[in-house]
């Protein structure tokens, strides 16, 4: 009987453990790439492996603009993604930008088609012991931001993102390829400043149909980071291509 009882007592832990794992803020994955870049469709299939396997992840695909010029125009291309890149180059002591790049959550950097590397730097990611914890609604096209009291000092970002797209590429170094390409973010702005106090702040539902907000330091570190709920059709989720795929052909946007 006691025996019994012990086993009963450390079902009820782990049964207790379990849903404070889950609720850890996910580890988020950026990468930068292009549709203009021959290099990248590998980087591409395995930021959307990460999309639909690891819920523990936030995975998210930022098309930059520089290679536009080099005979096709990336449909998912923005200046935002370009800018951040830029200034993770900054921040991480690049010498220069580069594609396809992975940035693990804010401070690691790595070749984003070196599966090994990749899955070193998630593994590396720590985050905060106490995240600072974020929540997102939605009541109609407002969103509702919450963010609680921590220390430091951080942005709010909120971003927009599509859960996935097919392309068929008519030019330039990918010409005549079908890329597929996952969470792919199509907005991405600051929408409030978060100053150690609890913070409260609305904002109209960006482009895309999915929403996350990130709290990031200006080191780089992610101090949390959270998804609406309500969106539809699951970014992050296992299984084959869901039927919400789409096929998108032609360059422009």
Known sequence: ??????????????????????????????????????????????????????????????????WNRLGWRDPYSLDAATERQNRYAGLLGGASVYTPQ?????????????RIAVEHAIREAS??????ALKISRQGTVLSINVDAGQGSATVWLIGY??????????????????????????FQ???????DALHATAATPA????????????????????????????AASGPAPEWVRQDAGGGM
């Open 190 to 196: 600051s929408v409030a400043r978060w100053r150690s």
């Open 102 to 114: 992975m940035v693990v959550d804010g401070t690691r950097d790595v070749v984003g088609s070196d």
């Open 1 to 66: 009987m006691a025996a019994i009882q012990k086993l009963s007592a450390l079902a009820l832990l782990i049964a207790a453990v379990a849903p404070a794992q889950a609720a850890e803020r996910p580890v988020v994955v950026e990468l930068f790439t292009s549709q203009s870049c021959s290099s990248c469709p590998p980087a591409d299939a395995l930021l959307l492996e990460l999309a639909r396997n690891r819920p523990d992840l936030l995975a998210l695909t930022f098309h930059i603009t520089y």
């Open 162 to 187: 599509d859960g996935q797209h097919r392309t068929s590429v008519t030019g330039g170094e990918n010409e005549g390829r079908s890329l597929v390409e996952a969470n792919i973010v199509r907005s």
């Open 127 to 132: 985050p905060a012991a106490a995240p600072i």
């Open 208 to 235: 895309g149909e999915h929403v996350a907000i990130i709290l990031q330091s200006d080191d780089g570190h992610i101090l949390g980071a959270a998804r609406l709920d309500d969106t539809p059709g699951p970014a």
